[in-house]
């Protein structure tokens, strides 16, 4: 942040800066990398946490829309009505050990800022009992041991003139949000059929001003509301059992990726063909990151690789990038990988000052 006044040492440090800025240019390393801990070669379990049905303003009936994922292969999927809990499963009809899925309970809070409640019960039973302030929210559900995301923050926001340019209250407002709710993991990057692109301008602002201290995961979900919203997103969790307690770890220490196909022309779009991340590398050594994808089993080509920073700037291509030779980078970095039918994004990495 900037401030009126500088002690005198730091301005002389500014004027410095200034005038000889070679001499204080600095080499950036990966201080907080979220697949450090990682086991790649574990199966990736495809993953959706925002999901309607006929118990809030979905078409189709909770065992429709289970039976939609099942088809399209997820393993793990939150069903999400507003300011309702549609669970459990059996329930309506569905078990989710027989369909070998984990079912996570939660709901889409929605009297306010629409936020995910996840792994979570509140509020039960009645939708009466869903409070009408976000902060309330926030701070409830992680009192019962949920996780919070924030859904389409784009709704509320949009940027300014044709820069688009993010406003200071927005980002003020999101930035106060993460630092003051810790168990607030992240926010949807990509949301059904993209319909806020803008906020991926929003999420690589948080990332500028908040790593590599505060992390703030990525989500794309699809907030499915009828058939044809199934299958647009996954978020995909390497991890060796598909456990709740595991994917909750997960979710929080940002061990996971996330993939979409709405970037692609609709006939092009696959999501069967995401990147799958097989290995990410960091050598202190060389102070270089490397990612290792593959796309049916096949090894993703270098060309498919673009690394940002800088509030989204571009600041490399490949699938491999020296921190000691790339300029422009600044308190995070991230990289997406494309292919035919859809794109993978990373989760940030932490750098600071060598």
Do not use: C
């Not at 829309?65 to 309702?84: C, E, P, R, S, W």
């Not at 940002?254 to 999501?271: A, C, K, M, R, W």
């Amino acid at each position: 942040m900037l401030h009126n006044k500088l002690p005198s040492i730091a301005l002389i440090i500014l004027l410095m800066q200034m005038l000889v800025p070679e001499l204080y240019s600095q080499q950036k390393v990966v201080v907080f990398n979220p697949y450090s801990d990682v086991n790649f070669s574990s199966e990736h379990f495809k993953s959706n946490f925002h999901t309607h049905t006929t118990e809030s303003d979905g078409s189709q009936e909770p065992a429709a829309v289970i039976d939609g994922y099942k088809n399209q292969g997820y393993n793990a999927l939150a069903l999400t009505d507003h300011n309702h809990l549609t669970w459990p499963w059996e329930k309506y009809g569905r078990s989710p050990e027989e369909l070998d899925m984990l079912a996570i309970p939660g709901n889409e809070l929605s009297r306010h800022h629409h936020n995910l409640s996840l792994f979570t019960r509140y509020p039960y039973p009645l939708r009466n009992d869903v409070p009408d302030q976000l902060h309330t929210s926030l701070r409830e559900v992680e009192e019962t041991g949920g996780l919070n995301v924030l859904a389409h923050p784009g709704r509320y926001w949009e940027p300014d003139g044709d820069d688009e340019v993010i406003p200071d209250f927005a980002l003020a407002r999101y930035m106060g949000l993460f630092y003051n709710y810790e168990k607030l993991v992240g926010m949807e990057v990509h949301n059904q059929t993209d319909r806020y692109p803008w906020d991926r301008k929003l999420w690589d602002a948080l990332l500028e001003e908040m790593m590599p201290e505060r992390p703030v995961w990525g989500f794309a979900n699809d907030d499915s509301h009828g058939k044809s919203h199934i299958g647009l997103n996954a978020n995909w969790f390497p991890m060796q059992e598909l456990r709740e307690s595991s994917m909750r770890s997960a979710m929080i220490d940002g061990h996971f990726y996330f993939s979409t196909v709405t970037t692609h022309p609709e006939e092009d779009q696959n999501l069967q063909s995401s990147p799958k991340i097989t290995e990410v590398i960091y050598s202190e050594q060389t102070n270089t990151l490397t990612i290792v994808a593959e796309v049916n089993g096949e090894q993703v080509d270098e060309s498919a690789f673009t690394w940002f920073s800088n509030r989204g700037e571009v600041v490399a291509r490949g699938s491999g990038i020296n921190l000691n030779e790339t300029e422009g980078l600044s308190t995070y970095l991230r990289a997406e990988i494309e292919s035919t039918g859809a794109r993978t994004y990373t989760q940030p990495f932490g750098l600071a000052d060598k």
